[in-house]
């Protein structure tokens, strides 16, 4: 089975007859890098370009100021865009940063921690980039949310808004905030805005 993409437009959703095993889909990615690929619950494989300098510089400041906190926190651990879950539902998502409690993570194996682990982050960060569908991010979110993330921020850098989302609530909308304060499980950790926009 060949694994590599020839030059398409991206992003892309393939479908196959069968589902990819996640061995095949670790050596789709593998075959693939840089692009992202995310797994749906049907089995489609999205393949999605690399982000730009301004999506990739954001993105490097919100995890390592979220990778900080947790290291000085030391209740979690933390995971960069290139870090996918396999969620209860049977997809395998990529956050763009991500924050889960030792307590879940030290009993994995050390085969599943090099793999997309199957458990669902605590807390998870989305960035828009300027390619992203709004409604697909936010069909995202309330992916994460169902499959048992506890918190969730959608950060739109364009409307220079920050969607908050949590089980049981509707998004809360923060319009251009000066900074969004971690609740639950990363209660402590505050993320200042103009270090991200800036």
């Known amino acids: ?9 991206l992003p892309v959703r393939l479908s196959f007859e069968r589902p990819m095993t996640d061995d095949e889909l670790l050596r789709f990615c593998a075959a693939n890098e840089p692009m ?27 995890g390592r100021l979220l990778d900080e906190w947790a290291e000085t926190d030391g209740r979690g651990a933390t995971t ?3 870090g996918g879950y396999t969620l209860p539902d049977g997809s395998m998502l990529t956050p763009d940063a991500a924050w889960v409690a030792l307590q879940r993570v ?3 194996s050390a085969e599943a921690r090099e793999r997309f682990p199957p458990l669902s982050p605590d807390f998870v960060i989305q960035l828009r980039s300027p390619s992203d569908r709004l409604p697909e991010l936010q069909a995202k979110m309330q992916q994460w949310i169902a499959n048992g993330v506890q918190l969730g921020w959608l950060v739109d850098p ?7 989302y949590r089980p049981g609530e509707q998004p809360a909308i923060h319009q251009d905030p000066t900074s969004v304060q971690g ?6 950790f505050e993320l200042v805005m103009a270090r991200v926009w800036g």
């Open 1 to 9: 089975m060949r694994f590599a993409l020839a030059e398409i437009d």
């Open 36 to 62: 992202r690929v995310e797994r749906s619950p049907k089995g489609e494989i999205l393949v999605m370009t690399p982000a730009g300098f301004n999506t990739s510089r954001m993105n490097q400041r919100i």
């Open 80 to 82: 960069d865009s290139n």
């Open 106 to 108: 030290e009993p994995l």
């Open 158 to 164: 364009k409307r220079k808004v920050v969607e908050i």
């Open 183 to 188: 609740t639950g499980p990363v209660a402590g």
